[in-house]
């Protein structure tokens, strides 16, 4: 199939946001940009085109998906209740990289939410992300435009390796500003409960609705409970290589994954995943990645995804990471790293 790329740079370009919003209302896929990665879009209320995205990504069918909207009145046909809790969230983290679970309304099809009866929906603050949502206007389920299992796309060049010739339409507009997905927030149940880590942290939600729970699945590797969120079960965000997450005090960091480099057969390439505070620290191993500076979460977490694919573009065998406080935004990026790692953790360096 011929995959068309459309550069979309501003609000203005009316017709191209018009194009790529027919497209979905056709029931194709359009890859789009959000704020936090790009998404893999299809008309949530058509099954056939949802069916596309599970063929597509070669994602299981008991996960479920996520509905875009451009405008909070939308979530009023798909859910049952808004639960107060939940009105405050849409009020204050929308539109942003937030996605809260609902009871789902009959109108939503068992193909978004695989079989369950709840419903996860987000708006979007990425500007091009929201046009082309108010434009279609239809309900828009997108998971992340990756292949299966890979680490999730935040620029176009990752897109491409994944999706060139699979899908008619690439909208490109830039690399994601957040670089990990979206918080998902069940706010079904009360207190709410945190079933993937992300964008907003627990201390910006609880600042908002109090008391927020968070499914230890997601930033334990050593807890083997059926995680709340599908997808978390899933090996995620993997590259080719094999990965270790390495955490404790910052020096025995450095210190083990300098023995380890030396110890790796000389035949077998290593990378090493850093901060810019530690890079100094490492010796002998193919590649250094500085993912940035510890002081800005923000920016560790833009690049996570590239850091990881590049050790892939560099046929990279072996992979040492340096693991980061479970506070604020780094209690997303674990979770990521846990899983990009397999759970293959080292604790209490
Ligand atoms: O930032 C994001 O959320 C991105 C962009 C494109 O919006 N989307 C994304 O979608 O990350 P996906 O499909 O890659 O991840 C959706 C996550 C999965 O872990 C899935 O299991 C969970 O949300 N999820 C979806 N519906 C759910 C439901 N009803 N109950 C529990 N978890 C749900
Ligand atoms: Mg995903």
Redesign the pocket.
Known sequence: METKVLHIDTIDEREKIKEAADLLRAGELVIFP????????ADGLNDEAVDKIFAVKG?PKD????L?IADPEQVLDLVKVIPPKGKDCMDMFWPG?L?L?FE?SDMVPDS???G?D???I?M?SHPI?HEILKEAAIPVA?????TSGRP?PTRLSHVLEDMKGKVPMIVDSGDSH?G???T?L?VTVDPPVI??P??VTKEDLEAIIGEVGIDQTTIDASNHEV??????KYRHYAPKGDATLFAGDLRNIAKEINRRIKETEPSKRTAVLCTTETKEAYEGMDLLIDMGSREELESIAHDLFDSLRRCDEEDIDVIFVEGFDFRGLGVGIMNRLLKACGGKVVLGL
């Open positions: 959000t704020e936090t990665v790009y998404g893999l879009g994602r996960n479920p998906l996520i875009h990289p996605t679970i789902r978004i939410t695989a369950a709840t419903v996860a987000r979007p992300a997108a998971p992340s435009a990756n999730s957040v990990i997905e979206s998902v069940d079933y993937r992300g964008g995680p709340k969120s599908p997808g978390q």
